[in-house]
């Protein structure tokens, strides 16, 4: 059993020894730490003899990543301890040279951004296409993906998210049997799919349909302590050793050895228990999903998800529920499942909310969260006024890289003197959430009259310095 969890075990034996310790960290070991927290510094410590090297790992932590890779599928697998956003952007770091176009989806994460602009690499948008019921974007489309290959040549890489946020699965086999006959790879941000390989209900992983790489952001759906999360690659992995260079530039040289020893320990839990607690969490929520539909003025999305071509599977755990038959919105609904049934939920939009069920839930919170539903369908019953019709924004006319973006000068212009001005900041209008501008992009008219639409239409706009965006950060 210890050589399954060699991290773990060899803090429990070094903290046994009782050391003095006189090396980093300056807790030595637990003192003057909050008592809360004085348990998991006993087993803080830094890289002193036995504890391997996370730059060069050749020891405890070369073979955990090993078990790792072995127990999800992987040819190689790679700890990391800044959340999957690191994964991704050393994917990037791996992939892409100054100015190479690389195709993504339009409502990626973040982190995407914060890849480019640390590669340099150009990005190439898969348009948005927005459920027109729901105003999210669920899935990238295999045709849509062909035609943008067909239109640029130069794309080098395809990098996709899948799962969505909302548990929607993308066709990654046929996108990645599609991109076999153009030569290209296909990575995939798995950020909410790291549970996947363990159930054969579940969608199947990114890696078992022939991506070249995926991140898992373990911490989103693993018992593992927040920022843990992997990055796992194929074998034959084109650019493997600028991958291992990447992964630890980005990486600190003080690793958080609890959050490795959380990813070690989670990865033997779901070995041995995952199998089976997903097939519970299964069943509770088949039959929760259904229950919820029962309720008048309730929508919860997942029987019609199984007839659509394009969602190739959906996450159980991930419960979407929008709210026709109520006089609230997804923003109230969340206020008030918060403030008067201690229920936290992942997310709300206009028109739904997301809770985000792990195989750690049983079914009393399955229950508490379904009653807590039904009594406020029956406190809200009714239908709201003049709901805002969500668009998808215009598309992106990009004109400086986003590394070139980053580093230029800006200057803040009115709005509305912005036109044919490139942007120097990223604007999201939620719903639905998509960025309608993004740093080294051109103001066009179409982003101009859909911001001017959108803001008179009361929806969010997130991301600019100047929240009401009189004015608007430009590239000087
Ligand atoms: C789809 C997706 N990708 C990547 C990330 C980044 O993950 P992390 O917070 O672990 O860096 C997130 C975070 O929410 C996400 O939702």
Redesign the pocket.
Known sequence: MNDQIPIYSALCRYRGEENLRLHMPGHAGGRGVNEMLQSIATIDVTEVGGMDDFHLPQGIIAESQRLMAQTVGAGESFYLVN???SG?HALFMSTAAEGERILLPRNC?R?FYGGMVLSGAMPVYIPSRIDDQLGLELTVKVSEIEKCLLQDPDIITIFI?SPS?FGTCSDIESITALAGQYQKDVLV?E??GGHFPFHKDYPAPALAQGAMAAVN?L??TWPVLN?G?CLHIAPGFPEHARLRQAVSLLTTTSPSYPLLASMELARMFMEQEGGYRLEQAGQWSEKFKEKINQIKGLHCHHEEFKERSDIKGIDPLKVLISMPGLQVSGYQMGNILKEKYHIQLEMETEHSILAMFSLLHDESDWERFYKALQEVAADYAGSKKGSLRIESPPAAKVVLSPRRAFQSTKKQVKLAESLNLISGEMIAVYPPGIPCLLPGETITEEVLDYLHYMIDSGARIQGPEEPTLKNILVID
């Open positions: 959340g999957a956003s991704i994460h982190s998210t946020y941000d950020a909410h952001g911490h989103k920022q999360a």
